[in-house]
């Protein structure tokens, strides 16, 4: 089995966090459908408040994955140019 995504795995909780404001937003425009229109300006506003708070965190979470997948790279070609520039030369 395959490790998962360090990307993904960074982002699940704002992802988690996301899908339940947007859960909470179905919730909020009730049951009723011809209160759908009073109910929609409060109920996005609310839905736009929460996804604007996980902004932050995914940015720095995202951030910090990236970093440490391009400082892994980079430590991949160190080590195969210090291998390529001393292997022993056949004769």
């Not at 339940?20 to 409060?42: I, R």
């Amino acid at each position: 089995m395959s490790d998962p995504n360090p990307l993904l795995v960074a982002a699940a909780p704002s992802l988690i966090a996301s899908l339940q404001a947007l859960q909470t937003f179905v919730t909020n425009l009730g049951t009723d459908p011809t209160q759908v229109a009073v109910k929609f300006p409060g109920a996005s506003a609310i839905l736009l408040g929460q996804l604007e708070l996980q902004l932050p965190a995914l940015l720095a979470s995202e951030f910090g994955a990236a970093q440490v997948a391009v400082n892994a790279q980079i430590g991949t070609l160190i080590t195969k140019l210090q291998a390529a520039t001393t292997a022993p030369k056949a004769a």
